[in-house]
Nanobody, 123 residues
Framework: QVQLVESGGGLVQAGGSLRLLCAAS????????VGWFRQAPGKEREFVAA???????NRANSVKGRFTISRDNAKDTVYLEMNSLRPEDTAMYYC?????????????????WGQGTQVTVSS
């Protein structure tokens, strides 16, 4: 298992940018696939983006063209670069990891979760 800590959230105006970080501790993080999920008040948690062990990525249609996921295995960190933010992006953002090479969109396939970082986008 790995332990995950998210950071980088905050309050930003619509059209602004934020970069979220997911820092991992534990063994062999580079062998894990990592995903970002978000949950807005009163809504189900939803998939945002994921990155495989080899760097292949997948993103939800709602964030394509605006969000980019990347990883730096030397730093045991995964990033979520968020641009052109909208009020509907407001949510708690969680990173999650699974000890398999392929990325996944289904949250039940992830075994380790962070505590989340809040992103608030004002109109």
């Amino acid at each position: 298992q790995v332990q995950l800590v998210e950071s980088g959230g905050g309050l930003v105006q619509a059209g602004g940018s934020l970069r979220l970080l997911c820092a991992a501790s534990g063994r062999a993080f580079s062998s894990y696939a990592v995903g970002w999920f978000r949950q807005a008040p009163g809504k189900e948690r939803e998939f945002v983006a994921a990155i495989s062990r080899s760097g292949d990525t997948n993103r939800a249609n709602s964030v394509k063209g605006r969000f980019t996921i990347s990883r730096d295995n030397a730093k045991d960190t995964v990033y979520l670069e968020m641009n052109s933010l909208r009020p509907e992006d407001t949510a708690m953002y969680y990173c999650a990891a699974r000890p398999l090479p392929t990325a996944a969109m289904e949250e039940q396939l992830y075994t380790s979760w962070g505590q989340g970082t809040q992103v608030t986008v004002s109109s």
